[in-house]
């Protein structure tokens, strides 16, 4: 969310909007049912899920009325997006001089009471709104604000949800033409993407049909539906990068500083938890894949963090050697390590040693499957390897060709010829 009072660019925030594909789309089931909980909630006659064009107010659900959009200026909702603020609650919008501007819709309408949860998109800009109105002068409980602020986080969701669903639809168009194992993928897949939906789809029939539920029980269901939501669409996003690694990346070889790439990355995720580096290098400087090695510590540092343990300090040791032909990496962590049960592990998509991570989400492996398919990509391998003398943790060892290693042997080989 952008900070409040701040301004932004239109153009910008159009782009965000057009990003979820979501003007002028049909009806959704879901929508309707963020909708018509907000409606139980605080007993609005009227009500709706709105977008914000470049000219207009387009409704993606509505109750209380037929319009499918009204004009831009003289919105309520177009004055809400330029406050900055989250919330905005209007007892009366008559008496309200920010909102009474003498062109205000919803005063011909003889709609006084207005409240709102702002929706964000892309960079945290402001593209829509959830709002109730009444007819008559009126305050929102506590419990109240805080079940419409629910139900508006959960519509950014399922606008997450349908712009990662266009993504990686068009990743998949583009693995169908490249060859890639989709009926693998789309096998492996079944069932981690139906169970979180079919959760989901459960949690919202629930709250259908308890038309009294109480405003705390509903923020627990709500709180429910979250998680679900949450880890549906981490395996989206975790499938997206898994194919991207296949055609996303240059495998050109550059001069790279190691320990600042890692220290960069580390930098980046210092915010999450506290983190100590430590490095065992032949060369800090080296002839190496920059792309490739940028986006296999990404994904080794978010693994780490996941499987990190909440007791200690999550310390992570990169060690560099040069045997025969190749760079060879060792990535250690103090992390929860392998279960002592499981003899010989393997890199498999869906194949998680742990239920749950740090943070009680179940893990999917695809960011180890994605540095497995990275590697491959430039020659190179990845295997596990535990840590010596039972340590808390897990070591990963990776071998990526030396470029400048094989052009010396090559040239040797013509040199004695």
Avoid at 228 to 251: F, N, P
Wanted: glycine content about 6%; hydrophobic content about 35%.
């Amino acid at each position: 969310m952008m900070d409040s009072g701040k301004t932004w660019d239109e153009e910008e925030r159009l782009k965000a909007l057009y990003e979820y594909g979501i003007l002028d789309s049909t009806p959704d089931y879901d929508y309707d049912s963020i909708l018509d909980l907000a409606v139980q909630i605080t007993k609005a006659p009227v009500a709706y899920i709105s977008f914000i064009d470049r000219n207009r107010q387009w409704f993606k659900s509505k109750h209380g009325f037929e319009d499918e959009y009204t004009t831009r200026t003289g919105s309520t909702c177009d004055i809400t997006i330029k406050l900055g603020s989250e919330f905005v609650e209007v007892e009366d919008l008559r008496k309200d001089p920010v909102y009474n501007q003498g062109n205000l819709m919803a005063l011909d309408r003889g709609l006084v009471f207005y409240a709102s949860q702002v929706i964000y998109g892309i960079g945290g800009f402001p593209i829509g709104t959830l709002c109730v109105m009444d007819v008559v002068p009126r305050r929102l409980s506590e419990e109240q604000v805080k079940a419409m602020k629910a139900l508006g986080r959960q519509t950014n969701r399922l606008l997450e949800f349908r712009r990662q669903k266009f993504d990686f639809n068009e990743k998949l168009m583009v693995a169908r033409s490249n060859k890639l194992d989709l009926e693998e993928i789309v096998y492996l897949t079944s069932h981690d993407f139906r169970s979180p939906l079919v959760n989901i789809s459960s949690l919202v029939s629930l709250i259908e049909s308890k038309k009294d539920l109480s405003p705390a029980k509903l923020s627990m269901l709500l709180e429910k539906v979250k998680i679900s939501s949450d880890g549906l669409l981490e395996l989206i996003e975790g499938m997206v990068r898994y194919h991207e690694a296949s055609w996303d990346h240059s495998t050109r070889y550059v001069d790279l500083n190691l320990v600042k790439l890692v220290q960069e990355i580390g930098a980046e995720y210092s915010d999450r938890i506290a983190l100590q580096l430590k490095f065992d290098l032949d060369h800090e400087s080296l002839i190496l894949p920059k792309e490739v090695l940028a986006r296999t510590f990404h994904e080794l540092f978010h693994n780490a963090i996941r499987y990190s343990s909440k007791n200690r300090e999550l310390q992570i040791t990169l060690t560099h050697r040069e045997i025969d032909k190749y760079h060879v990496f060792q990535f250690q962590d103090n992390g929860l390590g392998l279960p002592p049960e499981v003899k010989n592990p393997t890199i498999k998509l869906f194949e998680s040693y742990h239920d749950k991570d740090r943070f009680g989400k179940k893990g999917n492996a695809t960011g180890l499957v994605t540095i497995q398919r990275l590697i491959r990509g430039v020659g190179g391998a990845i295997e596990f390897q535990r840590n010596p003398g039972f340590q808390p943790g897990i070591g990963l060892v990776i071998s990526i060709p030396n470029r400048k290693r094989q052009v010396m042997t090559i040239f040797k080989m013509d040199h004695d010829d």
